[in-house]
């Protein structure tokens, strides 16, 4: 018996990373999986891994940033495993690095367009299937930059602030309906995003950032998905999680 038994999750830019990890702690525990991404092979591979592991998955490619990909993707993985319960928004991508008054404008609106109209767009298709249902859990993937600013990246720090605030709003308006809304902050995690577009030496950097004195693994960030999705999390909504090793302390 798994904590997610009999529950259909759908997890968003899970090719990779935190999603990734998330798509497979949640099938172990006993939950069929809608795997999505924009990029097919990576979803296909996590859909693989899964069923390698006795688990049941299924892929649908979409873009998280179209308000039609999110209604086509909500549709099919009720029509695939006869509902929804459980939506992980994590498709992300950190932009260009830049100060605000230099910042390309195109990486603005990317960075934006994914990483918090992807985020509305998502809730905007998953709280109706959620209320057929008879409930649910959302969890938004934000960062501890949805609390704090960081030097040369204005549009991922007002995006994911932009992810608290409407998890907290969403939260607000259907928690009496029996849809929990929760976002989670990870800190700087072991991922592609971090290894593709950060130097071994602005790693090292970012290592004396998190008290705990290591990045973190997607999976440490999986678990507090997990347990959100859950019913173990049954009084938690319209809250934000670090998952941080400690970064929002100083
Ligand atoms: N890695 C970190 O340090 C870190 C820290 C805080 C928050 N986060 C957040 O966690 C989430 C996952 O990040 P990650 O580190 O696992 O990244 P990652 O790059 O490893 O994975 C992101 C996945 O999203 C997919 N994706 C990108 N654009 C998409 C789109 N438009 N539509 C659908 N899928 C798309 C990619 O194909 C990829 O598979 C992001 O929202 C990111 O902002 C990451």
Redesign the pocket.
């Known amino acids: 018996m798994g904590i997610l038994d009999k529950k259909v999750s759908l997890v ?10 998330a798509a497979l702690k949640i099938s172990a525990e006993g939950s069929k999986v809608i795997v ?4 097919e092979s ?2 296909k591979q996590t859909v693989d891994l899964i069923e390698k592991r006795g688990g049941s998955a299924f892929f649908i490619k ?5 308000a039609k ?1 999110n209604e086509m993707l909500v549709n099919e993985a009720v029509k695939h495993f006869g509902g929804l319960h459980l939506a992980v928004n ?5 932009g260009p690095s830049a100060p605000t008054g230099e910042y390309p404008i195109e990486g603005w609106d990317k960075v934006i ?3 918090l109209s ?1 985020v509305f767009y998502g809730m905007r298709y998953q709280i109706p299937a959620m209320l057929k249902a008879g409930g649910g859990s959302i969890v938004n ?5 949805g609390q704090v600013g960081f030097a040369n990246a204005p549009a ?1 720090v007002a995006a ?1 602030h932009g992810v608290v605030g409407l998890t907290k709003n969403a939260a607000l308006e259907y928690s009496s309906q029996k849809i929990r809304v929760n976002s989670v ?10 290894e ?1 577009n950060l130097t071994l030496e602005m790693r090292t950097g970012l290592v004396s950032m998190h008290p705990i004195g290591r ?2 693994e ?1 999976d440490e ?1 999986a678990e507090m998905i997990v347990w959100l999705g859950s019913d173990k999390a049954s009084f938690v909504t319209g809250a934000y999680f670090a998952v941080d090793g400690g970064y929002l302390t100083k």
């Not at 968003?12 to 990890?21: E, P, Q, Y």
């Not at 994590?90 to 950190?94: E, F, I, K, T």
């Open positions: 968003t830019g899970a090719g990779s990373g935190i999603g990734r990890a999505s991404d924009l990029n990576a979803g979409a873009d998280a940033s179209s990909d994590n498709a992300g991508v950190g367009s994914i990483n992807g993937i934000a960062s501890i930059l991922y994911k902050g990870p800190g700087f995690i072991n991922t592609p995003m971090i593709n990045l973190g997607p960030v």
